[in-house]
Structures are given as structure tokens and as C-alpha cells.
């Protein structure tokens, strides 16, 4: 139980369904319990009829049945306001911990989401919560209604005949252990068919997203056997679970049967003895079954309970993982966009990949500078460290003159403009995935067909049927790569950046669309930062700094024309692009 006592506090801020769900599970078992009362009396009034034989009054039964059917409705009234509290209490938590859990991925580092697997991540904001959702509402309900149930049923059946009570208790007990060793098993085998649920997960997530690629090698039939293993085990491992449930209701059965049977065979005997009146036997059947669902409950309550602890304890991993990068400052300021790295050294903390050594250089505000180097050299570790995804191993960054960490994180990533090597873009219109680079709601449409000339994409959008609405599918799959790009440049410029990041991302656009973007962007930054990486010369030439990175290290830097003089490995590139 102490990885749900983390659950706490949600019980706390619902505290009035909590406590209203007891009052309501109490007045209806009592309203219930009383039903047996009512049929003892009826039976009475039948046999004492039949023994003395006296003709009926027909209004005695009408009362009995009408008394009935009054509790009988008065306590599915409570019951039906039992649920309407605690299980509408669990749906509460179950949206206030999927925000949480939402919320805490928001807030960690890169290197959290290298770790884990997207199917992993899903299935504990969605799987794992909903199992502890089961804790939070059945579980506690039937917890209630068994405690109830079982000191309301005693004080009838005690105030009847105590021997009767406790042989007719006796099969219970058992049954409770018995169901108790089969949810044990129940648990431990649902733990394994939640994680091949995750492998299944994770193995159609990573084909749905590598679908082209997949098409493009023609390796459809191996990823269809893939599936089918991973659906294999997880049918096999979902059968077993199915044999083990099986036991529960044949357990049950017998245990009921037993005891009615005890029931019928001792009230019978006291009855004749004069003990109990014929009608107790009637009604303690009635109150066996009464009592044999809470009872048996209780096993599966326990079930409940071992599987959302199981749960919370991996939704407690990722709640207590603490972001390493944290924004300690939350004052709003002008940026410049000055930007200096003094012997920066930097090993990604997941895989110990040394990336950049002794990295030191310095831009003034406005400037551009230019990156280039082999596949692998650490360019866009680079960029990684300056968007401060990751912190330095060693040395320091300024910007404007001071360290990178204290300065207010969110507002130095609104000052960045960045478009990424990998572009993403959201299954939605061309409209809202420009939009998205700026925090501005009241943006026009006239400020997004600007930026999206200035990439010089606007052709291509209006293009389209559907122009600026249209949808891009997942990850934007129905443009090019080119396309993509560009409206991840123009992503970038909506947010009027003070520092624009390009990662690479003119690769797919040719040389004539390059020089227009780049015209266009060396307008929209003036008087702004600018850093470029590419493997492209011609989109570096008029940077006022260039750095050429090999194996993590600044071997070159300088402006083009000192690195032509130099005649260098830069030399050598510039050599063959223009050969």
C-alpha cells in the first residue's frame, strides 16, 4: 500500500464523495439487510397459516410485498448514489492524475525520453492509470460495502442464533482465502500480460511511424510476422490469465452451496428443537447471499489493489524522476542574442558519447555564425547545448554576458527560432503548424502568409485545395521534405525570434530556393543572431563566423575567406562543392 498512499491527497480534495459514497453504501445495506426480516415474517405467516389452517388474509401479503419492493427501491436508490459519488470520485482522480502524469513529462529533460519507449510512456498515463482508477472506485466500494455489509448481516443473523452464524460463516472465510491465493495469481500473471501489452504497443506504434521507410525495403511481410509473434505471446499470456480467472466462479458456487446447505440442514434442526422459528431459514439464506459476494470480493478487492500498487509504483517512477535542467529565474528581460561558449566540454549522461571538447568561440549580437563539419562532429550537440536541452559537462555558456543557467528558460527559448534537422510537424493544417512558433494567440493569417513567403513555401500552400487548411497528416506526411522544411521555417520566424537556429534543414530545398530563403532571412535578422550548420558552403559564406567541427573539437574557425587562406579540410570542402 505505500505506493498508493501517494494517492492521498486526491482522496483529500474529494473528501465529500468520499465520505457521502459511505453514508449512501450504509443506508442501502441496511435497507437491503432488512429485506430478510420481512421474508421471515412472511414465511412465518405462510406456514402458521398452513399449520392451523386458517383461511388467508390477502392484505398481509399485499403489505409484505409492498414493504419489499419499498426497500428494494429505497436501497437501489442509496446504491445507485453510492456509485454516483465514489466511482464518479475515481473518474475525478483518473482526470487529475492523466494531467498530472501529462504535466511531469512535460517538465523533463531529452535524455528521460531517449530512455523510455513511446508505448511505455502511453501505457502508463493510460493502462497503469486505468488500473489504479479500479482502486480508487470498485475497490473502495466494494471495500465499504463488504465491511458494511458483514457488521449489518451479523447483528441480524447474532440476534437470531449464534451457532447458526458462525457455521453459516465458516465456508466464507475460506472462500476469501482461496479467492485471495487465486487473484495472487491473477496479479502476477496480469503484470506480464501488461508488459507484452507494451511490447505490442510499442511494436505497432514504431510501424505505424516507420510506414514509408518500411514500403520503401518492401519488409512488409517481416514486420506482419514481427506483429504476429508479439500478438502470439500476448494471446498466450492473455489465455493464462483467462485459465487462472476461470477458478473464480466455480469457487464461488461451492462455497455458497455449502453454505445454504449448512443453512438448511442446522436451521432445520434447531427449528425442530424449537430454537428458531421456520421462517430464520429463509431468512438466512437470504443473508448468505448477502454476504457471499462481499466475501468473495474480497479476493478480487485484493487483486485490485496488488495490480494498481503494481501500477502506481511505475506511474511513482516517472513522478519522482526530477528534470535535471529547472528554471530558476522568472524575470522577463530583453535578450540580444550575444553568445560566447568557453570551454565547453559535453558527454550526452545516457550513453557517457563524448561530444564536444574544449568547444570555445564568441558572436556578437547580430551576428551569424556558421557550423559545418563531418557527419558526427558534434554540430548538433552544439545546438542542443545552446537551446539548453542539456547542460555542459564542463565550462560555461553566456548569453549576453551571462550563464546560460540562470537565465529565465522559457523566455530564452522563445528568443530562439529553431528548425530542427528532423522536422516535425503536427497531423494538423498548415495553418496551426506555423502558428505553433508563437505563443501570440490574436497572430493573422496575414502574418502567417508573410512568414510563409519569406520561406518561401507560399507558392506551394496555395497550391493546395485546401491551401493553408490543409492537413498535413501524421508528422506531415503528405508534404515533401523540402515543403516540411520550409514550413518549419516559417514556424520558426512567426515568433519574431531574437536568435534563429537552422540545424541542417535546407538539405532537402535546391541550391536556387536556398539563396531566396537565405536572402529573405538575412533581411527578417537584421540586427539579430543568427547560427547556420550545413553541410552546404554556400549557405555559410556570409557568416561573420565560421566553425568547422571534427570529432567533437573547433580544428577551424574563422570568416570564409580566412578559411579558404588557411586551405584547410573547409578549403577542401569548398573544393569539391564547387567542382
Not at 456509485?83 to 528521460?112: G, P
Not at 465458516?170 to 502476477?188: A, T
Not at 514481427?226 to 458456487?253: C, D, H, N, R, V
Not at 496575414?446 to 506551394?460: H, L, T
Request: overall charge positive.
Amino acid at each position: 500500500m505505500k505506493h498508493l498512499g501517494t494517492l492521498n491527497h486526491f482522496f483529500l480534495k474529494y473528501k465529500w464523495h468520499f465520505f457521502g459514497g459511505f453514508v449512501f453504501v450504509t443506508l442501502s445495506t441496511v435497507f437491503k439487510i432488512y429485506q430478510g426480516v420481512v421474508v421471515r415474517e412472511g414465511s412465518d405467516t405462510i406456514i402458521s397459516i398452513l399449520k392451523n389452517n386458517t383461511p388467508a388474509n390477502p392484505s398481509v401479503f399485499v403489505k409484505h410485498g409492498l414493504t419489499l419492493i419499498f426497500l428494494a427501491l429505497t436501497s437501489g436508490l442509496f446504491l445507485f448514489l453510492m456509485r454516483q459519488t465514489i466511482i464518479v470520485m475515481s473518474r475525478h482522480i483518473e482526470y487529475d492524475q492523466k494531467n498530472q502524469i501529462y504535466d511531469h513529462y512535460q517538465k523533463l529533460n531529452i535524455s528521460f525520453f531517449k530512455r523510455h519507449t513511446t508505448g511505455d510512456l502511453m501505457n502508463r498515463i493510460s493502462e497503469d492509470v486505468g488500473r489504479v482508477r479500479m482502486y480508487t472506485g470498485p475497490a473502495i466500494m466494494y471495500v465499504a460495502n463488504t465491511i458494511v455489509t458483514t457488521v449489518t448481516v451479523l447483528i441480524f443473523m447474532l440476534n437470531v442464533n449464534a451457532e447458526l452464524t458462525l457455521l453459516v460463516f465458516l465456508p466464507l472465510p475460506i472462500l476469501s482465502v482461496i479467492i485471495y491465493f487465486v487473484s495472487d495469481m491473477i496479479s502476477k500473471q496480469s503484470t506480464k500480460v501488461q508488459e507484452e501489452l507494451g511490447n505490442l504497443t510499442t511494436q505497432a506504434q514504431e510501424t505505424f511511424s516507420a510506414i514509408r521507410v518500411i514500403k520503401a525495403y518492401a519488409r512488409e511481410k517481416f514486420f506482419v510476422n514481427e506483429m504476429e509473434l508479439k500478438s502470439e505471446q500476448y494471446k498466450k499470456t492473455s489465455l493464462k490469465l483467462a485459465g487462472i480467472e476461470a477458478f473464480f466462479g466455480p469457487t464461488m458456487i461451492l462455497m455458497i452451496g455449502t453454505s445454504i446447505l449448512i443453512t438448511i440442514w442446522y436451521g432445520g434442526k434447531l427449528t425442530m428443537q424449537g430454537k428458531i422459528e421456520p421462517g430464520n431459514i429463509p431468512e438466512f439464506i437470504l443473508y448468505v447471499f448477502y454476504m457471499t459476494w462481499p466475501f468473495a470480493s474480497l479476493g478480487w478487492v485484493t487483486s485490485l489493489v496488488q495490480r494498481a500498487s503494481a501500477s502506481q509504483k511505475r506511474i511513482n517512477e516517472f513522478l519522482e524522476t526530477k528534470p535535471e535542467i529547472v528554471n530558476s529565474n522568472l524575470n522577463t528581460y530583453i535578450l540580444n542574442g550575444e553568445i560566447e561558449f568557453k570551454n565547453v566540454h559535453f558527454s550526452y549522461p545516457e550513453n557517457n558519447i563524448n561530444a564536444l571538447k574544449n568547444i570555445s568561440f564568441k558572436i556578437a549580437a547580430g551576428q551569424t555564425l556558421g557550423i559545418t563539419g563531418p557527419v558526427g562532429s558534434g554540430k548538433s550537440s552544439l545546438i542542443t547545448l545552446l537551446t539548453r536541452q542539456y547542460d555542459v559537462s564542463s565550462g560555461e555558456i553566456l548569453i549576453d554576458n551571462q550563464n546560460i543557467k540562470k537565465h529565465n528558460l522559457n523566455l530564452l527559448r522563445k528568443n530562439f527560432g529553431v528548425v530542427p534537422q528532423e522536422v516535425f510537424l503536427f497531423s494538423d493544417t498548415i495553418n496551426n503548424n506555423i502558428r505553433f512558433g508563437s505563443t501570440d494567440a490574436t497572430i493573422s493569417n496575414e502574418a502567417i502568409e508573410d512568414v510563409s513567403k519569406k520561406a518561401d513555401v507560399y507558392n506551394n500552400i496555395i497550391s493546395f485545395p485546401d491551401k493553408f487548411e490543409t492537413l498535413v497528416g501524421e508528422r506531415g506526411v503528405t508534404l515533401s521534405g523540402g515543403q516540411k522544411q520550409r514550413i518549419s521555417i516559417a514556424r520558426a520566424l512567426i515568433g519574431k525570434p531574437q536568435v534563429l537556429i537552422f540545424d541542417d534543414c535546407l538539405s532537402a530545398v535546391d541550391t536556387e530556393t536556398e539563396e531566396i530563403i537565405l536572402g529573405n532571412l538575412n533581411r527578417e535578422m537584421k540586427n539579430k543572431t543568427s547560427v547556420i550548420i550545413s553541410h552546404r558552403i554556400s549557405s555559410l559564406k556570409s557568416a561573420d563566423l565560421i566553425l568547422y567541427l571534427e570529432n567533437g573539437e573547433i580544428t577551424e574557425q574563422g570568416t570564409h575567406t580566412e578559411l579558404l587562406n588557411l586551405k584547410g579540410k573547409y578549403f577542401k570542402l569548398y573544393g569539391l562543392q564547387n567542382n
